[in-house]
């Protein structure tokens, strides 16, 4: 498989592993998470969004889609995801861009190109690539690819799992990395089924795998109110990551950098108006971490 569906490469990130790096992002995830701030990673296909405030009602969408996946209801233009198929027709027909879609498919070698143009910040900074989503391990087959495409050019490659993959898929790619930032959204099964869809245990089962077998990880808790942000879900997350001899872990505040995403996909977003954490908000949040031996940082 040569062409996987990806929604941004960003380039010059410094949040998501070391040095200077180019981040590329896969559509697709298997997890449901109330505070995604990339809901548009979770479907893996080409998706179009909405923004009433350009739209003029000229309705060209609604007559240029061949599966009349549109619908104009109550003065607000429905996409009918399921029957979308991707065609941007839609979009291309849109007069005033209220439409616009996310995901393309693109190939190895655009991408490997695309890394390969900041080569020198890589060097300099002991940089590289990460791989984020979604969750990447979806498209194993075209990650694989990509992947050993990318180690030719003896680049630092990191990423950005769930960990929520089938074991021996997990195990396969999981060996190709220099390192795993691995999310630990909660470590209690009730509280992670209820927060992302899921259950936590195939997660930690593959953390713990990876610990065994020397590969280099890096947990990171994104911290939610509603969900993980007690002292109580800290001791039980620490506890967790102590006993495994996890000895650091990031911190990852919420914020409502993703909000404005889910009215342009017609979603309802179940944070809305809740407030951004800070660092100085969670500073004994972080010492429970610290008092486990664990080096906690933001």
């Not at 950005?160 to 691995?182: C, N, R």
């Amino acid at each position: 498989m040569n062409q996987g569906i990806i929604f941004n490469i960003q380039k010059f990130s410094i949040h998501d592993g070391p040095g200077i790096r180019t981040t590329v992002f896969f559509k697709g995830c298997p997890l449901r998470c109330k505070w995604c701030s990339n809901p548009e990673s979770q479907l893996d296909k080409i998706q179009i969004l909405y923004d009433r405030t350009k739209c003029t009602h000229c309705l060209n969408c609604l007559n240029s889609c061949p599966v009349k996946a549109l619908s104009l209801v109550n003065d607000k233009i429905i996409i009918d995801h399921k029957k979308c198929i991707g065609c941007l027709k839609c979009v291309n027909n849109c007069l005033n861009s209220a439409l616009t879609n996310e995901g393309e498919y693109k190939n190895i070698d655009e991408i490997v190109d695309e890394c390969l143009k900041d080569v020198a910040f890589y060097e300099e900074s002991n940089g590289g690539i990460t791989i984020s989503g979604g969750e990447a391990m979806c498209q194993p087959t075209f990650l694989k690819q990509l992947v050993l495409k990318l180690k030719e050019h003896n680049l630092h490659l990191a990423i950005e799992t769930t960990g929520y993959v089938e074991s021996a898929t997990f195990q396969e790619l999981a060996k190709l990395f220099d390192l795993l930032l691995f999310d630990v959204k909660h470590v209690n099964n009730q509280k992670h089924i209820a927060g992302t869809g899921v259950s936590c245990d195939l997660i930690k089962t593959n953390l713990i795998w990876a610990l065994k077998n020397n590969i280099s990880i890096l947990p990171r808790i994104p911290v939610i109110p509603n969900f993980n942000a007690s002292n109580e879900d800290a001791k039980e997350i620490a506890s967790f990551l102590a006993n495994i001899k996890i000895k650091k872990a990031q911190l990852l505040p919420f914020h409502q950098f993703g909000e404005k995403k889910y009215e342009l996909l017609n979603r309802n977003y179940a944070l809305k108006n809740i407030k951004a954490l800070y660092p100085e908000d969670l500073k004994e949040y972080q010492q429970i971490f610290i008092d486990q031996g664990i080096d906690c940082f933001f």
